[in-house]
Protein backbone atom coordinates (compact mmCIF):
# COMPACT_ATOMS: atom_id res chain seq x y z
CA UNK A 1 0.00 0.00 0.00
CA UNK A 2 2.74 2.53 1.17
CA UNK A 3 5.78 0.73 0.07
CA UNK A 4 7.76 3.58 -0.26
CA UNK A 5 6.84 4.85 3.70
CA UNK A 6 8.32 2.37 5.11
CA UNK A 7 10.91 1.01 2.59
CA UNK A 8 12.16 4.79 2.71
CA UNK A 9 14.91 3.75 4.91
CA UNK A 10 15.89 0.84 2.81
CA UNK A 11 16.72 2.81 -0.25
CA UNK A 12 16.71 6.83 0.18
CA UNK A 13 16.88 8.83 -2.14
CA UNK A 14 18.82 12.44 -1.94
CA UNK A 15 16.78 14.53 -0.19
CA UNK A 16 15.45 17.09 -2.30
CA UNK A 17 14.78 20.68 -1.39
CA UNK A 18 11.76 22.34 -2.69
CA UNK A 19 11.20 25.68 -3.02
CA UNK A 20 7.94 27.13 -2.07
CA UNK A 21 5.13 26.75 -4.08
CA UNK A 22 3.29 30.10 -5.16
CA UNK A 23 -0.58 29.05 -5.21
CA UNK A 24 -0.76 30.85 -8.75
CA UNK A 25 1.35 28.04 -10.47
CA UNK A 26 -0.78 25.63 -8.63
CA UNK A 27 -4.29 26.78 -10.16
CA UNK A 28 -1.79 26.50 -13.65
CA UNK A 29 -0.99 23.12 -13.28
CA UNK A 30 -4.30 22.09 -12.00
CA UNK A 31 -6.08 23.56 -15.34
CA UNK A 32 -3.45 21.05 -16.70
CA UNK A 33 -4.37 18.18 -14.51
CA UNK A 34 -7.94 18.41 -15.61
CA UNK A 35 -7.26 18.59 -19.10
CA UNK A 36 -5.39 15.21 -18.46
CA UNK A 37 -7.95 13.63 -15.96
CA UNK A 38 -10.96 14.58 -18.76
CA UNK A 39 -8.78 12.27 -21.18
CA UNK A 40 -8.95 9.34 -18.92
CA UNK A 41 -12.36 9.69 -18.86
CA UNK A 42 -13.54 11.60 -15.74
CA UNK A 43 -16.41 13.50 -16.40
CA UNK A 44 -17.03 17.22 -16.00
CA UNK A 45 -19.06 17.15 -13.31
CA UNK A 46 -16.61 14.83 -11.13
CA UNK A 47 -13.66 17.12 -11.72
CA UNK A 48 -15.98 19.99 -10.96
CA UNK A 49 -17.20 18.81 -7.56
CA UNK A 50 -13.81 17.49 -6.93
CA UNK A 51 -11.17 20.36 -7.98
CA UNK A 52 -13.22 23.20 -7.97
CA UNK A 53 -11.34 25.69 -5.24
CA UNK A 54 -8.36 23.08 -4.55
CA UNK A 55 -5.94 23.98 -2.83
CA UNK A 56 -2.37 22.57 -1.46
CA UNK A 57 -2.25 21.06 2.00
CA UNK A 58 1.07 23.03 3.18
CA UNK A 59 1.33 20.00 5.61
CA UNK A 60 1.21 17.49 2.91
CA UNK A 61 3.76 19.23 0.70
CA UNK A 62 6.22 19.80 4.19
CA UNK A 63 6.15 15.68 5.25
CA UNK A 64 5.97 14.79 1.48
CA UNK A 65 9.80 16.96 1.68
CA UNK A 66 11.25 14.88 4.84
CA UNK A 67 13.68 12.08 4.77
CA UNK A 68 14.81 10.90 7.42
CA UNK A 69 18.27 10.47 7.67
CA UNK A 70 18.56 7.55 10.16
CA UNK A 71 16.63 4.45 9.43
CA UNK A 72 15.99 2.23 12.18
CA UNK A 73 16.91 -1.14 13.59
CA UNK A 74 14.48 -3.70 12.10
CA UNK A 75 14.28 -4.80 16.02
CA UNK A 76 12.75 -1.25 16.77
CA UNK A 77 10.39 -1.88 14.45
CA UNK A 78 9.29 -4.73 15.36
CA UNK A 79 9.20 -3.79 18.93
CA UNK A 80 6.44 -1.26 18.22
CA UNK A 81 4.58 -2.93 15.52
CA UNK A 82 4.22 -6.18 17.36
CA UNK A 83 3.61 -4.48 20.89
CA UNK A 84 2.03 -6.01 23.96
CA UNK A 85 -0.70 -3.35 22.97
CA UNK A 86 -1.26 -4.38 19.17
CA UNK A 87 -1.30 -7.93 20.02
CA UNK A 88 -3.91 -7.42 23.16
CA UNK A 89 -5.85 -5.16 21.13
CA UNK A 90 -5.37 -7.54 18.11
CA UNK A 91 -6.79 -10.77 20.10
CA UNK A 92 -9.75 -8.58 21.32
CA UNK A 93 -11.20 -7.23 17.74
CA UNK A 94 -10.68 -10.42 16.35
CA UNK A 95 -13.02 -12.04 18.50
CA UNK A 96 -14.82 -9.28 18.56
CA UNK A 97 -15.62 -10.27 14.76
CA UNK A 98 -14.65 -13.74 14.87
CA UNK A 99 -18.43 -14.51 12.85
CA UNK A 100 -17.09 -12.63 10.38
CA UNK A 101 -13.41 -13.15 10.24
CA UNK A 102 -14.77 -17.04 9.46
CA UNK A 103 -16.85 -16.05 6.84
CA UNK A 104 -14.18 -14.35 4.91
CA UNK A 105 -11.82 -16.78 5.47
CA UNK A 106 -13.52 -19.30 3.81
CA UNK A 107 -14.71 -17.57 1.02
CA UNK A 108 -11.20 -15.71 0.30
CA UNK A 109 -8.65 -18.67 1.48
CA UNK A 110 -6.88 -16.24 3.12
CA UNK A 111 -6.37 -16.89 7.07
CA UNK A 112 -8.09 -14.41 9.27
CA UNK A 113 -5.43 -14.04 11.15
CA UNK A 114 -3.23 -12.24 9.12
CA UNK A 115 -6.30 -9.87 7.87
CA UNK A 116 -6.44 -8.97 11.31
CA UNK A 117 -2.65 -8.35 11.76
CA UNK A 118 -2.69 -6.16 8.41
CA UNK A 119 -5.74 -4.22 10.40
CA UNK A 120 -4.21 -3.70 13.25
CA UNK A 121 -0.76 -2.77 11.51
CA UNK A 122 -2.21 -0.14 9.04
CA UNK A 123 -4.54 1.38 10.86
CA UNK A 124 -4.27 0.28 14.73
CA UNK A 125 -7.75 -1.72 14.00
CA UNK A 126 -9.59 1.37 12.86
CA UNK A 127 -8.06 4.01 15.20
CA UNK A 128 -6.08 5.99 13.28
CA UNK A 129 -6.65 5.70 9.69
CA UNK A 130 -5.58 9.15 8.72
CA UNK A 131 -7.74 12.24 8.47
CA UNK A 132 -6.42 13.86 5.53
CA UNK A 133 -8.74 14.88 2.44
CA UNK A 134 -7.62 12.08 -0.28
CA UNK A 135 -7.86 14.78 -3.04
CA UNK A 136 -6.21 17.31 -1.41
CA UNK A 137 -3.67 15.15 -0.37
CA UNK A 138 -2.96 13.86 -3.57
CA UNK A 139 -2.87 16.72 -5.62
CA UNK A 140 0.20 18.20 -3.79
CA UNK A 141 1.76 15.40 -4.27
CA UNK A 142 0.90 15.04 -8.38
CA UNK A 143 1.72 19.01 -8.30
CA UNK A 144 5.41 19.21 -7.21
CA UNK A 145 8.31 17.04 -4.94
CA UNK A 146 9.60 13.85 -5.76
CA UNK A 147 6.47 11.79 -6.13
CA UNK A 148 4.42 13.58 -8.68
CA UNK A 149 3.91 10.17 -10.80
CA UNK A 150 2.42 8.29 -7.83
CA UNK A 151 0.10 11.57 -7.00
CA UNK A 152 -1.25 11.86 -10.51
CA UNK A 153 -2.13 8.23 -11.16
CA UNK A 154 -3.63 8.11 -7.26
CA UNK A 155 -5.35 11.32 -8.19
CA UNK A 156 -6.90 10.28 -11.37
CA UNK A 157 -7.84 6.76 -9.17
CA UNK A 158 -9.10 8.68 -6.81
CA UNK A 159 -11.82 10.47 -9.23
CA UNK A 160 -12.83 7.45 -10.89
CA UNK A 161 -13.97 5.75 -7.22
CA UNK A 162 -16.41 9.14 -6.82
CA UNK A 163 -17.03 8.68 -10.71
CA UNK A 164 -17.81 5.14 -10.06
CA UNK A 165 -19.82 5.41 -6.89
CA UNK A 166 -18.03 3.23 -4.87
CA UNK A 167 -17.50 6.62 -2.31
CA UNK A 168 -18.11 10.25 -2.19
CA UNK A 169 -16.11 13.03 -2.56
CA UNK A 170 -16.10 13.88 1.04
CA UNK A 171 -15.55 10.30 2.49
CA UNK A 172 -11.98 9.64 0.63
CA UNK A 173 -10.13 10.30 3.71
CA UNK A 174 -6.67 8.99 4.30
CA UNK A 175 -3.40 9.46 5.06
CA UNK A 176 -0.99 11.88 3.87
CA UNK A 177 -0.06 9.93 1.34
CA UNK A 178 -3.22 8.97 0.22
CA UNK A 179 -3.40 5.37 2.10
CA UNK A 180 -7.51 5.29 3.05
CA UNK A 181 -9.71 3.31 5.39
CA UNK A 182 -9.54 0.64 8.12
CA UNK A 183 -6.14 -1.55 5.91
CA UNK A 184 -5.11 2.15 4.13
CA UNK A 185 -5.98 1.13 0.24
CA UNK A 186 -4.63 3.45 -2.09
CA UNK A 187 -6.68 4.45 -4.87
CA UNK A 188 -5.39 1.73 -7.49
CA UNK A 189 -5.34 -0.65 -5.29
CA UNK A 190 -8.89 0.07 -3.93
CA UNK A 191 -10.36 0.63 -7.49
CA UNK A 192 -8.59 -3.46 -8.40
CA UNK A 193 -9.42 -4.70 -5.06
CA UNK A 194 -11.76 -3.50 -2.64
CA UNK A 195 -14.85 -5.70 -2.79
CA UNK A 196 -18.49 -4.41 -1.73
CA UNK A 197 -19.15 -7.48 0.94
CA UNK A 198 -22.52 -6.44 2.13
CA UNK A 199 -24.26 -5.71 -1.43
CA UNK A 200 -25.11 -2.03 -0.92
CA UNK A 201 -23.34 -0.71 -3.61
CA UNK A 202 -20.61 0.78 -2.00
CA UNK A 203 -17.06 -0.39 -1.27
CA UNK A 204 -16.45 0.55 2.42
CA UNK A 205 -13.65 0.35 3.23
CA UNK A 206 -13.54 3.40 6.13
CA UNK A 207 -16.78 2.46 7.99
CA UNK A 208 -17.97 -1.51 6.95
CA UNK A 209 -15.90 -3.97 8.27
CA UNK A 210 -17.31 -6.76 5.87
CA UNK A 211 -15.93 -4.21 3.50
CA UNK A 212 -12.60 -3.76 4.92
CA UNK A 213 -12.12 -7.58 5.51
CA UNK A 214 -13.15 -8.85 1.89
CA UNK A 215 -11.07 -6.59 0.42
CA UNK A 216 -7.93 -6.94 2.20
CA UNK A 217 -8.38 -10.82 1.65
CA UNK A 218 -9.21 -10.73 -1.64
CA UNK A 219 -6.19 -8.53 -2.57
CA UNK A 220 -4.07 -11.27 -0.78
CA UNK A 221 -5.68 -13.86 -2.65
CA UNK A 222 -4.79 -11.97 -5.68
CA UNK A 223 -1.43 -12.02 -4.47
CA UNK A 224 -1.05 -15.55 -4.29
CA UNK A 225 -2.06 -15.90 -0.61
CA UNK A 226 -3.16 -19.92 -0.11
CA UNK A 227 -4.74 -20.87 3.34
CA UNK A 228 -3.33 -23.12 5.81
CA UNK A 229 0.09 -23.06 3.59
CA UNK A 230 1.45 -20.56 6.71
CA UNK A 231 3.53 -17.37 6.11
CA UNK A 232 7.01 -19.43 7.54
CA UNK A 233 8.74 -20.35 10.48
CA UNK A 234 11.70 -19.36 12.45
CA UNK A 235 14.46 -21.77 11.63
CA UNK A 236 18.21 -22.30 13.74
CA UNK A 237 20.74 -22.94 11.00
CA UNK A 238 23.95 -25.58 11.49
CA UNK A 239 27.47 -23.89 12.48
CA UNK A 240 28.97 -24.31 9.25
CA UNK A 241 25.64 -22.48 7.30
CA UNK A 242 26.77 -20.90 3.61
CA UNK A 243 25.03 -17.53 4.23
CA UNK A 244 24.96 -17.41 0.16
CA UNK A 245 21.37 -19.43 0.39
CA UNK A 246 20.13 -16.46 2.04
CA UNK A 247 19.34 -14.92 -1.05
CA UNK A 248 15.89 -13.76 -2.39
CA UNK A 249 16.49 -16.05 -5.28
CA UNK A 250 17.03 -19.06 -3.92
CA UNK A 251 13.74 -21.18 -3.14
CA UNK A 252 14.06 -24.54 -1.71
CA UNK A 253 11.89 -27.48 -0.89
CA UNK A 254 11.50 -27.80 3.01
CA UNK A 255 13.19 -31.18 2.79
CA UNK A 256 15.86 -29.55 1.12
CA UNK A 257 16.33 -27.20 3.67
CA UNK A 258 15.81 -29.82 6.42
CA UNK A 259 18.67 -31.70 4.57
CA UNK A 260 20.85 -29.28 4.99
CA UNK A 261 20.73 -29.31 8.62
CA UNK A 262 17.63 -26.03 8.88
CA UNK A 263 15.91 -26.78 11.43
CA UNK A 264 12.78 -25.27 12.88
CA UNK A 265 14.20 -23.00 16.39
CA UNK A 266 10.99 -24.82 18.51
CA UNK A 267 7.82 -27.06 18.26
CA UNK A 268 7.89 -29.50 15.71
CA UNK A 269 10.41 -30.45 12.80
CA UNK A 270 10.32 -28.21 9.36
CA UNK A 271 9.20 -31.61 7.71
CA UNK A 272 6.31 -32.29 10.30
CA UNK A 273 5.18 -29.20 10.15
CA UNK A 274 5.31 -28.20 6.52
CA UNK A 275 4.06 -30.53 3.48
CA UNK A 276 7.80 -31.61 2.61
CA UNK A 277 7.85 -30.53 -1.03
CA UNK A 278 6.38 -26.75 -0.10
CA UNK A 279 9.47 -24.35 -1.29
CA UNK A 280 10.78 -21.55 1.17
CA UNK A 281 13.50 -18.95 0.91
CA UNK A 282 15.46 -17.93 3.66
CA UNK A 283 15.98 -14.40 5.17
CA UNK A 284 18.57 -13.17 7.94
CA UNK A 285 16.97 -9.66 8.03
CA UNK A 286 19.98 -8.48 10.29
CA UNK A 287 22.49 -10.39 8.93
CA UNK A 288 24.07 -14.00 10.67
CA UNK A 289 24.33 -12.42 14.26
CA UNK A 290 19.93 -11.99 14.10
CA UNK A 291 17.25 -14.85 13.80
CA UNK A 292 16.79 -16.35 10.35
CA UNK A 293 13.22 -17.57 8.99
CA UNK A 294 12.12 -19.73 6.30
CA UNK A 295 9.38 -18.16 4.19
CA UNK A 296 7.11 -19.24 1.49
CA UNK A 297 4.54 -18.27 -0.64
CA UNK A 298 2.27 -16.27 1.70
CA UNK A 299 4.88 -14.33 2.51
CA UNK A 300 5.44 -12.60 -0.59
CA UNK A 301 1.59 -12.04 -0.58
CA UNK A 302 1.95 -10.29 2.50
CA UNK A 303 4.64 -8.61 0.62
CA UNK A 304 3.02 -7.10 -2.45
CA UNK A 305 0.39 -5.49 0.27
CA UNK A 306 3.67 -3.40 1.30
CA UNK A 307 7.17 -4.27 -0.19
CA UNK A 308 9.00 -4.28 3.19
CA UNK A 309 10.70 -7.33 4.71
CA UNK A 310 9.95 -5.58 8.80
CA UNK A 311 6.68 -5.08 7.60
CA UNK A 312 5.83 -8.30 6.16
CA UNK A 313 7.42 -9.79 9.46
CA UNK A 314 5.49 -7.90 11.57
CA UNK A 315 2.47 -8.65 9.84
CA UNK A 316 3.24 -12.90 10.60
CA UNK A 317 4.19 -12.32 13.80
CA UNK A 318 1.65 -10.28 15.27
CA UNK A 319 -0.80 -13.04 13.18
CA UNK A 320 0.44 -15.79 15.39
CA UNK A 321 -0.34 -14.05 18.31
CA UNK A 322 -4.09 -13.17 17.29
CA UNK A 323 -4.11 -16.61 16.41
CA UNK A 324 -3.44 -17.89 19.82
CA UNK A 325 0.29 -19.23 19.17
CA UNK A 326 3.45 -17.22 20.08
CA UNK A 327 4.82 -14.86 17.74
CA UNK A 328 7.65 -14.40 19.74
CA UNK A 329 11.42 -14.35 18.03
CA UNK A 330 13.69 -16.98 19.84
CA UNK A 331 17.08 -15.64 18.65
CA UNK A 332 18.27 -12.41 19.73
CA UNK A 333 18.31 -9.50 17.34
CA UNK A 334 21.86 -7.67 17.19
CA UNK A 335 21.01 -4.52 19.24
CA UNK A 336 24.18 -3.27 19.79
CA UNK A 337 24.64 -2.57 16.17
CA UNK A 338 22.91 -0.53 13.72
CA UNK A 339 21.65 0.26 10.42
CA UNK A 340 23.83 2.68 8.49
CA UNK A 341 22.68 6.16 7.27
CA UNK A 342 22.71 6.94 3.83
CA UNK A 343 26.19 8.50 3.88
CA UNK A 344 28.02 5.61 5.27
CA UNK A 345 26.04 3.58 2.97
CA UNK A 346 27.88 5.13 -0.19
CA UNK A 347 31.44 4.79 2.32
CA UNK A 348 30.50 0.92 2.53
CA UNK A 349 30.41 0.79 -1.14
CA UNK A 350 33.53 2.68 -1.45
CA UNK A 351 35.33 0.75 0.60
CA UNK A 352 34.23 -2.14 -1.41
CA UNK A 353 35.25 -0.12 -4.68
CA UNK A 354 38.64 0.49 -3.25
CA UNK A 355 39.25 -3.17 -2.02
CA UNK A 356 38.98 -4.32 -5.80
CA UNK A 357 34.75 -5.57 -5.25
CA UNK A 358 32.18 -3.93 -7.46
CA UNK A 359 29.21 -2.92 -5.75
CA UNK A 360 27.56 -1.27 -8.57
CA UNK A 361 26.60 2.88 -8.55
CA UNK A 362 28.25 4.35 -5.05
CA UNK A 363 24.31 5.46 -4.44
CA UNK A 364 23.63 4.27 -1.31
CA UNK A 365 21.07 1.78 -2.14
CA UNK A 366 22.32 -1.75 -1.29
CA UNK A 367 21.00 -3.69 -3.79
CA UNK A 368 21.94 -7.17 -5.51
CA UNK A 369 25.39 -5.94 -6.60
CA UNK A 370 26.37 -4.59 -3.25
CA UNK A 371 25.08 -7.42 -1.39
CA UNK A 372 27.52 -9.58 -3.49
CA UNK A 373 30.11 -7.25 -3.44
CA UNK A 374 30.01 -7.46 0.24
CA UNK A 375 29.62 -11.12 0.33
CA UNK A 376 32.87 -11.55 -1.35
CA UNK A 377 34.94 -9.67 0.79
CA UNK A 378 33.13 -11.19 3.98
CA UNK A 379 34.18 -14.69 1.87
CA UNK A 380 37.87 -13.46 1.84
CA UNK A 381 37.80 -12.00 4.82
CA UNK A 382 37.23 -15.09 6.81
CA UNK A 383 33.93 -14.04 8.27
CA UNK A 384 30.54 -15.24 7.83
CA UNK A 385 29.22 -13.79 4.22
CA UNK A 386 25.77 -12.43 4.75
CA UNK A 387 26.21 -9.71 2.75
CA UNK A 388 24.28 -7.37 5.45
CA UNK A 389 25.34 -3.55 5.39
CA UNK A 390 26.01 -2.58 9.13
CA UNK A 391 27.77 -0.51 11.32
CA UNK A 392 30.27 -3.10 12.48
CA UNK A 393 30.97 -4.40 8.78
CA UNK A 394 31.61 -0.71 7.79
CA UNK A 395 33.63 -0.39 11.16
CA UNK A 396 35.87 -3.60 9.60
CA UNK A 397 36.13 -2.83 5.86
CA UNK A 398 37.31 0.71 6.76
CA1 LIG B 1 -20.58 -2.36 0.96
Redesign the pocket.
Known amino acids: MKNWLIAMGAAVAASLSVAKAEPADFDRWLQGFRAEASAAGISESVLNEALTGLSINPRVYELNDNQPEFSRGIWDYLDSAVSPTRINNGKTNYLENQRLFTLIENAYGVDAEIIAAIWGLESSYGAIMGDYDAIQALATLAFEGRRTGYGRSQLIGALKIIQHGYASRDELKGSWAGAMGHTQFIPTTYLSYA??????????IWS?L??VFASTANYLSVSGYRANERWGVEVKLPADFDYALADSDIKKAVVEWAAGGVEAIRGPNLIERFDPNMRGRLIIPAGARGPAFIVFDNFGAILKYNRSTAYALAVSLLSEEIAGRSGAVVASWPRDDRPLTLEERKALQQALKDRGFDPGPVDGIIGAGTKRALRAWQKQAGLPADGYASATVLEALR
Open positions: VDHDGDGKRDNGD
